[in-house]
């Protein structure tokens, strides 16, 4: 097993697809820094030169910032619109195309059939989520670089969009850092559970384009549908994957149940169809 | 023989794939459903009574092409766009499998070979465009709507569209609506080409980019302004799209890109791949 995952970690860092996804979207998160950082200087001289009693300074941070932060930007949704496409992209087509090549039969003979399904989901959910984590760290380093890291002030929620109860707010306005860090983690951890979906419809198509692009559909309809449904709470990994709770309020068992019923849809039908289907 | 390799990949390509555009008929058949559901969710506060006045053509037409005309994602459009992305996506796809690929040694000439793929994949746009009209008009016959083309301050409300910056509601808006396959042909033809140069997904994330960057800049060098129909002259009484500047600018960028597609195409490795 501890082969196998190395072996494929191997893989995975000398995969050409893996290596351009990366830094194309790294490229985007650093654009996306380059502009941020740009309107908050230039809002820092305009504070120094003027005589407003109202500084609106602690608008200007950080924490509002980053790409997570920031509220529905052109950029930035783009951005979190493309994270589940870039989290597919970058090495879920391999367990499609190692069955397409015979090169299963290979690994199977060896090592068996359980220790070269999960040695895939292990390897895919943390290289999916790396590529996914990577810019976004990019980014909140090259942000904090020129952005003053101000602590956020309640009086000024409109510009974070967090309010009085919404989820973890009392964090936010404490120890913002902490905040950030654990949506940058349900990025992380979304990306590698979404990556599994892929491998898991590749079990149903031969179409390397279909297995990739239609969870990618079917997600932009549920969230959709969610979004009309007029629930409650804020549904859509979209959203809910970012630090600026936009829209409908955020809730911690609907953000970790839609995580668990995920991990449970890819991980489940790769393990069962893994461990029943012939290889050979 | 032009003519015959037409024929063979509208065989193959669109005649034994109908069940691609029975999706697509069901997809729109779904959009006008939620329309109609939306309709009644979203508008007044609650214990207000449903919409009583009879749906319209136009309104089953306008929703999931509607657009936006604030910087944001609309996303039943997005839906809309992403699904003829994938599906031309997935002929570029398959149109360079080996086996596919022995009809150009049949065809005697590449050229041939590549300008019958234009045309498919401009077909396939069409044929999307065609479902689209089929399924909304099913719809508003089984829901005892009038066939009228238009669209009121109902429509706007539903889909959260200020109705101040657009021109006098209700509004016919029959001729516009052209400009949705007209454009999206020529994103096809550029997918098309893209899909020779890099690979298919990654030519789905350009594609998506240029469509996602299109509902953020109203330019109308950008294709996906097109395609929302709020953005049009005909709606937006300041910096709307002209109708016929997308006909001129849709058909220069499908020759523009099926010559260069045609270029690339003579000099590509196939044996290798490359």
């Known amino acids: 097993m501890k082969n196998l995952i190395s072996i494929e970690f191997k893989k995975v860092f000398k995969s050409k697809v893996y290596i351009i996804t990366l830094a194309i979207f790294t490229l985007l998160a650093v654009l996306i820094a380059i502009e941020s950082s740009y309107y908050s200087v230039i809002g820092e001289n305009r504070i120094k030169n003027t005589t407003d009693v109202n500084l609106w300074l602690s608008a200007n941070t950080l924490f509002s910032k980053w790409v997570g932060g920031q509220l529905a930007d052109g950029l930035s949704m783009i951005f979190y619109y493309l994270l589940p496409l870039v989290a597919i992209i970058g090495y879920s087509w391999s367990l499609q195309s190692e069955m397409k090549s015979g090169y299963i039969k290979n690994i199977v003979v060896r ?6 399904f999960f040695s895939k989901i292990i390897v895919n959910f943390i290289a999916s ?63 590698g559970l979404w990556s599994i979906v892929p ?35 804020n549904s859509s990994p979209f959203s809910f994957i970012k630090a600026a709770q936009q829209g409908r309020p955020y809730n911690e068992f609907v953000i970790f149940g839609t995580l668990l019923v995920i991990a449970c849809f890819g991980i489940g ?10 290889v050979f | 023989m032009f003519f015959n390799v037409l024929r063979y990949d509208i065989v193959t390509h669109i005649i034994k794939k109908w069940y691609i555009f029975a999706i697509c008929l069901l997809a729109f058949i779904g959009t006008s459903f939620i329309y109609v559901c939306s309709s009644n969710l979203n508008v007044g506060p609650p214990g207000t009574e ?9 309104e089953y037409l306008f929703y999931p092409f509607a657009g936006t005309t604030y910087n944001t994602f609309p996303l039943i459009w997005l839906i809309c766009n992403v699904l003829v992305i994938f599906i031309i996506i997935n002929f570029g796809y398959n149109m360079q499998s080996k086996k596919k690929m022995k009809v150009l040694i049949y065809s005697q000439s590449r050229v041939i070979w590549w300008l019958s793929k234009c045309l498919v994949a401009v077909i396939y746009v069409w044929l999307y465009f065609a479902m689209y009209l089929i399924a909304t008009l099913i719809f508003c016959a089984a829901n005892g709507g009038s066939f009228e083309i238009t669209v009121n301050n109902h429509t706007m409300n539903v889909l959260g569209l200020n109705t101040r910056i657009l021109n006098q509601l209700p509004l016919s808006f029959g001729n516009i609506l052209l400009c949705i396959p007209i454009s999206l042909s020529a994103l096809a033809v550029i997918i098309t080409t893209l899909s020779l140069i890099i690979k298919p997904i990654f030519s789905f994330v350009v594609a998506f980019l240029f469509i996602g960057v299109s509902s953020f800049y109203s330019s109308p060098l950008l294709l996906g302004n097109y395609t929302m129909l709020v953005r049009s002259s005909h709606f937006m009484q300041n910096n709307g799209m002209d109708f016929n500047f997308c006909i001129l600018y849709s058909i220069a960028i499908m020759l523009a890109f099926a010559a260069l597609g045609a270029i690339i195409f003579k000099f590509k490795d196939i044996r290798n791949g490359g």
């Open chain 1, 111 to 116: 090592g068996g059939k359980n220790s070269y």
């Open chain 1, 269 to 278: 039908i790769v393990a069962l169809r893994g461990h029943r289907d012939d």
């Open chain 1, 129 to 191: 989520g790396l590529i996914v984590l990577i810019p976004i760290v990019v980014n909140f380093i090259i942000v904090a670089c020129f952005v003053p890291v101000r602590m956020p002030d309640p009086q000024y929620d409109v510009i974070y969009s967090i309010y009085s109860g919404d989820l973890w707010s009392v964090l936010f306005y404490t120890n913002p850092f902490v905040y950030d860090l654990i949506f940058i983690f349900i990025s992380f951890l979304f990306a």
């Open chain 2, 50 to 58: 449903p919409y009583s006045i009879p749906f319209t053509l136009g």
């Open chain 1, 199 to 233: 491998m898991a419809i590749s079990f149903f198509t031969k179409n390397k384009i279909a297995s990739l692009v239609t969870p990618y559909i079917v997600l932009l309809l549920y969230s959709y549908v969610m979004d009309i449904s007029g629930f409650a709470y």
